[in-house]
């Protein structure tokens, strides 16, 4: 079955109220319904208070991350070709074991045989890890496709896509016409300027008539010239935009240019990932959704080097 274009699926449906990655003001809305804690939608993936099933959970996990993360990729691409085989592990430092006659020892607690110190030291030490969950779509976050979006050439994703289709793109010096190349550190893109729906042409003004000419000779002894080239367009930023002007550490663009640079693979560090995601980096969102892409991702065995990728080659890159 073919991938329907997101124009006939209605993506912005208030109901469903799935974020995506666009700039417009429905989906806004719908990330306030999915992030405010007023909002009671936010009830359906907050898993403390559920009687939903493993199998429930997971599945509203991978349709609300998927919604932002890969909607403009067909399921089977997405799983099988941007999902890595494992997350980063995280090893808790300074970490003390106590053996089994210390909970005897004066000064520990009589329940687990810890002292508040160990208790503490342990519950900072959960608060300092890095959210690792955000690292399943790191791969995604290559994609030119999604780059240009978030350098903010574009106003979604899926007009980032179109911009590549149709040429108007340059990798490195060359035009590339494939949105599901995955950058590498280093690489530069650059967007033709004519595309871009913010930059609009100015209006030119209408030449004044012949009477008008005399009387502003008249009265101006000398015109003033201009001291620096005239702009040819002006920027507009769109209603309800500005919520979403940022840019990742990973980019480094130039707007003069139209270009940018993809400086290095996106990380995550204790309390903070790099990745851009209305859902919580660290929570059980992210951990729900790993676990469904694990057990029901295609099944690749040693196929993966024989297999055309999206990118033009064969096998994982």
């Known amino acids: ?104 020892i004066e000064g520990r607690e009589r329940a687990g045989g810890r002292t508040r110190d160990e208790k503490k030291a342990k519950s900072k030490a959960k608060d300092s890890r890095a959210p690792v969950g955000t690292m399943l779509f790191a791969d995604v976050e290559r994609r030119l496709d999604v780059l240009i979006f978030r350098s903010c050439f574009a106003q979604n994703v899926w007009e980032a896509r179109r911009y590549v289709v149709q040429g108007h793109v340059k990798l490195n010096g060359q035009v590339i016409r494939n949105p599901n190349i995955m950058l590498n550190p280093g690489d530069v893109f650059t967007v033709n300027p004519s595309q871009i729906v913010m930059l609009q042409a100015l209006k030119s003004k209408s030449r004044p008539s012949a009477e008008e000419d005399v009387e502003g000779e008249a009265s101006e002894e000398k015109p003033s010239e201009p001291t620096g080239p005239i702009a040819s367009s002006y920027f507009k930023l769109p209603d309800y935009a500005s919520p979403h002007l940022f840019v990742p550490a990973y980019l480094l663009p130039s707007y003069l240019t139209c270009s940018a640079v993809y400086v290095r693979h996106p990380t995550a560090r204790p309390n903070y990932s790099e990745i851009p995601s209305p859902y919580d980096a660290g929570g059980e969102l992210m951990s729900l959704a790993w676990e469904w892409f694990k057990r029901s991702a295609p099944r690749m065995r040693n196929k993966t080097k024989k297999w055309p990728n999206p990118f033009g080659g064969f096998g994982k890159q």
């Open 1 to 104: 079955m073919p991938y329907r274009p997101y124009t006939t699926r209605n993506v912005f449906n208030h109901k469903r109220a799935i974020p995506r990655m666009s700039w417009s003001p429905e989906n806004l809305f719908n990330i306030w319904q999915r992030s405010s804690p007023e909002s009671p939608i936010r009830r359906e993936h907050d898993f403390t208070r559920t009687n939903a099933t493993p199998f429930q959970l997971r599945w509203v996990a991978k349709r609300l991350l998927r919604g932002y993360h890969g909607d403009h990729i067909g399921y089977t691409k997405f799983a099988r070709w941007y999902m890595p085989e494992k997350l980063p592990a995280i090893h808790e430092g300074g970490k003390n074991e106590v053996g089994e006659m210390g909970k005897w």
